[in-house]
């Protein structure tokens, strides 16, 4: 274990740079001179060199690692490809030919032959709920099940080993989508394999089953009523165990044990080490509370990240953003750890998401034909909702909001607008969160707003459920890439992890290919109108997130001063057949300079 360093606080946006030009005005105008007149000589090589001072800067000093003999997929503005990089430091050095890469190594270089393997920017998850994946480590593992009976027997396995009446709990990474029965498992399924310990099963973050035992811990009856913003689901009147929706989630959930902070984060640190074996170098945490925070903190002190993280804290109303924002400056940390933002969640998900259409019937699950899903704004309404917003971005914080329903997003949009007559909300990148069917019009003021949008693949495994319930139309459009980009709105990519699966290749080749699972299927292009091509999917996982985030100015392209995370894929992105990508893995991953993944 390190020993512990002081917290971190991150400069301004744009002070390195700053400092860097005040460093150069200080070594005088020949330092300057001779220093341009070098750099222009490199460049004749095909060589571009990392401006500024210092070890891994002047093109003297040796590096430390050189990937060559690659295909580089730079990801710069001109979408240039190389042939090596040579990385010195935590920083990239220069980027271009074999011949000119390899002019900077000497005998303590380690020369990295790829034999023309892709190298790609180190890729960022703009949407990860690492802290549910974290707990889910500990949790039955039902995200490989592909039939019922897979699933009931790996709780049963967990309920043969766990003492009497206590609570067995399943991993949320999972979709009924991925199994052949294409549904939950019911109630009565769940009380044949315990019916003594209590089971709450949850699917991804809107939904969970439970079993009778569960039922009654919590005191829900035919008589319990709907909680505000969530569903009991019933048949006759009575409970079926399935819940729609956090509010009705929270019923049981508030019962669950505890989870140490010891032990989530270790989970962090199990989960974060499964990312960078991915090639995730990066992602976006989209709504933490204080003392999950803490757990991250406690895993930065050790050293043990083995991917970067920024933090969006979760606010469920104007006290959490008042009382938080006054004691944190906006994107305090490090480049491995910031805290940079607040989320909220203003409606649900596939079950349960604001739309002005109602949803279709689903027997036994759905069977209110004027059901249009639930608005999950704050207690005091929109005027409470608007104050939130504008402290938030008077006191210069970004903020994230979940918008999954048509109605939602234009509800959103509309208090955004106000909040932008006095705030400059564009300059702090407010985003809206998966956009999944929000209209052409809902679009178009986003772009006039200047906001980003964030998209993810959730439809891979979701689409079963979207057909269900929203039907096909709806479901063909869900979250439109294509036209987000036709716009010209800022966008980073995604998972949704664990709601989806967090294998970054899966949600490329959905954003190629438009193709999702269900029953367990690999089904034709919904929505085929919506892809986009290779380049741009790999943009929007690894500009786009860095955009997002702050983070464009030194992460998310392979360039000269950027940081040197990097990875290199087992196959060719940009020519291996299209349901290959979804096969690609990380043969080495570079975080910071540091090779943390070969395999």
């Not at 500024?52 to 093109?59: C, H, L, N, Q, V």
């Not at 913003?229 to 009705?248: C, K, M, Q, S, Y």
């Not at 040197?564 to 096969?583: F, Q, W």
Request: proline residues 6%; hydrophobic residues 45%; aromatic residues 6%.
């Amino acid at each position: 274990m390190r020993p512990c360093r002081p917290a971190p606080m991150l400069p301004a946006i744009n002070a390195g740079d700053r400092a860097m030009r005040e460093r150069e005005a200080g070594r005088g105008w020949f330092a300057q001179k001779r220093r341009a007149l070098v750099s222009s000589a490199l460049a004749s090589l095909g060589l571009t060199f990392l401006p500024g001072e210092g070890r891994a800067a002047d093109p003297i000093v040796p590096a430390e690692v050189i990937l060559r003999n690659a295909r580089v997929l730079t990801v710069n503005a001109a979408g240039d490809t190389a042939q090596a990089v040579a990385v010195a430091g935590n920083r990239i050095l220069a980027v271009g030919a074999d011949a000119a890469v390899m002019a900077l190594a000497n005998a303590r270089t380690r020369v990295i032959d790829l034999r023309g393997a892709t190298v790609i920017p180190g890729l960022r998850d703009s949407h990860l709920h690492t802290i549910g994946a974290a707990r889910d480590i500990f949790n039955v593992a039902l995200e490989d099940a592909r039939d019922l009976d897979a699933i009931l027997k790996a709780l049963a396995a967990r309920v043969a080993t766990t003492p009497p009446g206590e609570w067995v709990i399943a991993s949320s990474g999972w979709h009924e989508g991925q199994i052949a029965e294409g549904r939950m498992p019911t109630r009565g399924e769940l009380d044949r394999i315990s019916p003594d310990h209590p089971v709450f099963i949850p699917r991804g973050g809107h939904v969970a089953v439970v079993n009778s035992a569960a039922l009654r811990l919590a005191g829900i009856t035919r008589d319990t009523p709907d909680p505000r913003g969530g569903v009991i689901v019933r048949d006759g009147g009575e409970p079926t165990g399935f819940l729609i929706e956090g509010p009705a989630m929270n019923l049981v959930r508030r019962l669950l044990p505890l989870m140490s902070r010891e032990r989530l984060t270790e989970g962090l640190a199990r989960f974060s080490t499964v990312l960078a074996g991915l090639g995730v170098t990066a992602s976006t945490e989209p709504g933490a509370t204080p003392e999950e925070i803490g757990a991250y903190m406690d895993l930065w002190r050790m050293g043990g990240m083995r991917h970067r993280v920024r933090i969006m804290q979760r606010a469920t109303g104007l006290a959490d953003v008042r009382a938080r924002s006054a004691v944190m400056a906006p994107n305090f940390g490090d480049d491995w750890l910031r805290v940079g933002g607040f989320k909220y969640l203003y409606d649900g998900g596939v079950e349960g998401a604001w739309t002005y259409d109602p949803y279709q019937i689903v027997e036994g699950e759905q069977t209110d034909p004027a059901f249009r899903g639930k608005l999950l704004g704050p207690a005091g309404g929109d005027a409470e909702a608007l104050e939130m917003f504008r402290l938030a971005a008077s006191r210069g914080w970004q903020f994230q909001v979940h918008m999954v329903g048509d109605a939602t997003t234009d509800h959103v949009l509309d208090l955004w607008e106000k909040v932008a007559q006095d705030h400059p909300i564009a300059d702090l990148r407010w985003a809206a969160m998966h956009v999944m069917l929000s209209r052409p019009a809902s679009l178009d003021r986003m772009k006039t707003l200047g906001i980003r949008v964030t998209v993810q693949d959730q439809s891979v495994r979701l689409a079963n459920n979207m057909l269900r319930y929203w039907g096909p139309e709806r479901a063909a459009w869900c979250t439109p890439t294509k036209a987000v980009l036709d716009r010209g709105i800022p966008a980073g990519a995604g998972t949704d992890a664990p709601v989806a699966h967090w294998n970054p290749y899966v949600a490329l080749w959905w954003l190629v290919t438009r193709k999702v699972e269900i029953r367990g299927r690999v089904t034709e292009p919904l929505g085929p109108d919506m892809a986009v091509s290779r380049q741009q999917a790999l943009r929007l996982y690894t500009m786009g997130s860095a955009d997002v985030d702050f983070m464009d100015d030194r992460a998310g392209s392979i360039e000269p001063g950027k940081l040197a995370d990097l990875v290199v894929l087992s196959d060719d992105y940009l020519t291996v057949p299209e349901d290959r990508i979804r096969d690609l893995r990380s043969t080495l991953t570079m975080v910071d300079g540091r090779i943390l993944h070969e395999a």
